[in-house]
């Protein structure tokens, strides 16, 4: 079996957890590679010189050869690697260095269980839905997909005005900060932080959130995934700032932006006895009520 790796920097305290999750795949005689930057950071800032097969730098030298990529990292490190996974349909294993970990919610402490879990069959792979991006000028080249969310901010500090239709019908014109179209994956993230809903990852719908609207006749919106999405925004500033993810780029305001659902799905593994329902009590404390314990 192939594994992949992918991280970035980490703290010193995770330095034998890194260690402990490359012994356990080398117990279970998987070939490992690992992502070149973090196995240098491996080499320079933790004095280990894991056993491996090769290291990648591109999307090419994974999606082919990998049966599994593991995430190193937190939420935002569990998307970057997404983006090397690409449509291949890998499944990402996501453990936890950070802080929240939604995606990243296998513990650090878990790394011998989880390995074992992995190689013993004792998971099962959700599918969640990804976005796309299309526009007039194509700013997001190598990879226009997001698992979290797509995002159109001001640049400025002036206010922006989005224009907005599904299916081609009007829906409004948008007067604020900025706005979110997230995945259900993407709703504990950026969207619930601006009062978007909890929606459970699998369901078959799409969330616009408005960023400090100017109105407030305008809620966030659940929509079906199958629908297509279309912004022409307007701004005394001129530029606007786009994010998928954890990626960003300044666009010109003139930029026409289409968003709807990517051709493929991003494989999530679970092992058994974890769920989502769980990782949400657990991670964002649901329905914890003092009386609870009386």
């Known amino acids: 079996m192939v594994i992949a790796l992918y991280g970035n920097t980490i703290d010193s305290e995770h ?7 490359l ?31 090769a290291v990648f730098r591109t999307s090419g030298e994974v999606k082919h050869l ?11 490190t569990f998307l970057e690697s997404v983006s090397y996974v690409e449509d291949s349909c ?28 992995i190689f013993k069959g004792e998971y099962t792979v ?13 700013p997001f080249k ?26 081609e019908e009007f829906l409004c014109t948008y007067w604020a900060d900025g706005i979110i179209i997230s995945t259900p994956t993407g709703s504990t993230a950026y969207s619930l932080s601006v009062g978007g809903p909890v929606v459970s990852p699998l369901s078959k719908t799409f969330v616009i959130s408005p960023i400090a609207p100017h109105n407030l006749t ?24 786009l994010s998928l993810d954890s990626r960003s780029i300044v666009i010109s305001k003139n930029t026409v932006i289409k ?21 949400l009590r657990n991670k964002l404390m649901w329905g914890v009520d003092n009386r609870n314990n009386q």
Request: charged share 20%.
């Open 15 to 21: 330095s034998k957890s890194i260690e402990l999750l």
């Open 23 to 53: 012994d356990e795949l080398a117990r279970h005689q998987a070939e490992v590679i690992v992502y070149s930057p973090f196995y240098t950071f491996i080499e320079k800032n933790i004095g280990y010189r894991p056993p491996i097969k």
């Open 66 to 76: 990998a049966n599994f990529m593991v995430s190193i990292g937190g939420d935002g």
């Open 90 to 117: 890998i499944p990402v294993v996501g453990i936890n260095f950070g802080r929240l970990g939604f995606l990243a919610h296998i513990s650090s402490k878990d790394i011998a269980y989880a390995i074992d879990q």
């Open 126 to 138: 959700e599918n969640h839905t990804a976005l796309k991006l299309n526009s007039n000028n194509n």
């Open 142 to 167: 190598q990879f226009p997909f997001a698992l979290n969310d797509i995002t159109i901010q001001k640049k400025g500090t002036a206010m922006i005005t989005i224009n907005t239709q599904i299916n």
């Open 218 to 241: 305008v809620r966030p919106l659940i929509i079906p995934d199958d629908s297509l999405l279309s912004f022409e925004m307007e701004t005394r500033d001129g530029e606007i700032l």
């Open 259 to 279: 968003i709807s659902k990517a051709p493929f799905c991003i494989g999530l593994v679970r092992l058994k006895g974890s769920s989502y329902y769980k990782t």
